[in-house]
């Protein structure tokens, strides 16, 4: 049985901290702009981002959404993922599955 459980909420349980928190403390490390790394920092929680972060973080999360339904057959759980699909108006089945076969088209045209 398949259970709606976010890689991130795993990680947090089995190593204190994601993927996400350790690329923000590195890019921190190496120097990068803070929005940027506030950015890396949030991307996994599109509702939790500082303000001047906030519209680039839900893009970014949106991508997310979509690379892994036009990648995987059963495609991660994102936590957010409903949410998100709904502020983008994609709150149909009809209208994500259209827009995936507009990107899967534009994908193929541009041969990447």
């Known amino acids: 049985m398949k259970k709606n459980i976010s890689v991130n909420i795993i990680e947090n349980l089995l190593d204190g901290a994601n993927h996400f928190q350790i690329g923000s403390k590195m890019a921190l490390k190496w120097g990068l702009p803070p929005n940027l790394v506030l950015i890396i920092r949030d991307q996994s929680n599109p509702y939790a981002p500082e303000e001047e972060t906030k519209d680039v973080t839900k893009i970014i999360?949106?991508?997310?959404?979509?690379?892994s339904l036009l990648t995987y057959d059963e495609p991660e759980y994102l936590s957010y993922q409903e949410l998100i699909l709904n502020e983008f108006k994609l709150d149909t089945d009809e209208k994500l599955k259209k827009f995936l076969t507009l990107i899967r088209q534009r994908l193929v045209a541009s041969k990447l």
């Open 61 to 67: 999360y949106l991508a997310n959404v979509i690379s």
